[in-house]
């Protein structure tokens, strides 16, 4: 079996999707890029979560070309695949639709950097970009434009969720956490009233402080 270590990982960390409630039934997905053969494991399409195994995680090219798997790859591995070629200091790529990040995008609107938590991840607002179709590379040409000059590793998807990036598969991972848990945050509070944006200058502490220092 090719890359065992790597396919472990991938489905390890798909566990984490449900717990962290970012995902329904079989929707969402994670991938992971070796860094020596640039091959990519991915879910299997329409598995559910509890039924993944290592072995069911599908090995593609850069290309989404399949080299190893008995079962048909997710229908985001176009996506993933060109997010990859255009990006290609990021080893981590999680899609989920969860529940209130994807409600933002349903409108088409970003979430607002409001908490500190958003401008140590986030280091900002996280974008929210255009409509695509899905099957195809036109998601992961959606996601390299709105992320392009960002330095939020996620971003919402107008009417169809989150995309989370990250330099490992683990902190893509995290980033899709950090992007939910602030979007209920964020909507929580609007019920209340208007939250209050940070002010940039302070942002860019937040951000260097918990990227630069923060932890061990």
Same mark, same amino acid.
């Given at each position: 079996?090719?890359?065992?270590?790597?396919?472990?990982?991938?489905?390890?960390?798909?566990?984490?999707?449900?717990?962290?409630?970012?995902?329904?039934?079989?929707?969402?997905?994670?991938?992971?890029?070796?860094?020596?053969?640039?091959?990519?494991?991915?879910?299997?399409?329409?598995?559910?979560?509890?039924?993944?195994?290592?072995?069911?995680?599908?090995? #593609?090219?850069?290309? /989404?070309?399949?080299? *190893?798997?008995?079962? !048909? +790859?997710?229908?985001? $591995?176009?996506?993933?695949?060109? =997010?990859?070629?255009?990006?290609?200091?990021?080893?981590?790529?999680?899609?989920?639709?969860?529940?209130?990040?994807?409600?933002?995008?349903?409108?088409?609107?970003?979430?607002?950097?409001?908490?500190?938590?958003?401008?140590?991840?986030?280091?900002?607002?996280?974008?929210?970009?255009?409509?695509?179709?899905?099957?195809?590379?036109?998601?992961?040409?959606?996601?390299?434009?709105?992320?392009?000059?960002?330095?939020?590793?996620?971003?919402?998807?107008?009417?169809?969720? #989150?995309?989370?990036? /990250?330099?490992?598969? *683990?902190?893509?991972? !995290? +980033?899709?956490?950090? $992007?939910?848990?602030?979007?209920? =945050?964020?909507?929580?509070?609007?019920?209340?009233?208007?939250?209050?944006?940070?002010?940039?200058?302070?942002?860019?502490?937040?951000?260097?402080?918990?990227?630069?220092?923060?932890?061990?």
């Amino acid at each position: 079996m090719l890359l065992p270590d790597l396919r472990q990982l991938v489905c390890d960390l798909h566990d984490e999707l449900p717990k962290n409630n970012l995902v329904a039934w079989t929707s969402g997905n994670i991938s992971a890029r070796d860094p020596q053969t640039n091959w990519v494991v991915i879910k299997p399409s329409g598995v559910k979560f509890n039924q993944l195994t290592p072995q069911k995680m599908v090995v #593609v090219n850069l290309d /989404g070309e399949i080299i *190893e798997g008995d079962y !048909k +790859a997710s229908s985001d $591995t176009a996506s993933h695949c060109y =997010i990859y070629r255009h990006m290609p200091h990021l080893m981590g790529i999680v899609h989920t639709h969860s529940r209130y990040a994807t409600a933002f995008a349903t409108l088409g609107r970003e979430i607002p950097c409001v908490t500190t938590a958003m401008g140590d991840e986030f280091g900002g607002v996280i974008p929210c970009g255009g409509f695509a179709l899905i099957g195809g590379e036109a998601i992961g040409r959606v996601v390299v434009e709105t992320l392009r000059g960002h330095r939020s590793p996620a971003c919402l998807l107008q009417s169809h969720g #989150v995309f989370a990036t /990250g330099v490992t598969a *683990e902190l893509a991972v !995290k +980033a899709a956490i950090m $992007t939910e848990d602030n979007a209920a =945050i964020v909507w929580t509070a609007l019920q209340i009233g208007t939250p209050l944006v940070i002010d940039p200058t302070d942002i860019d502490s937040l951000y260097d402080r918990y990227q630069n220092v923060y932890g061990q």
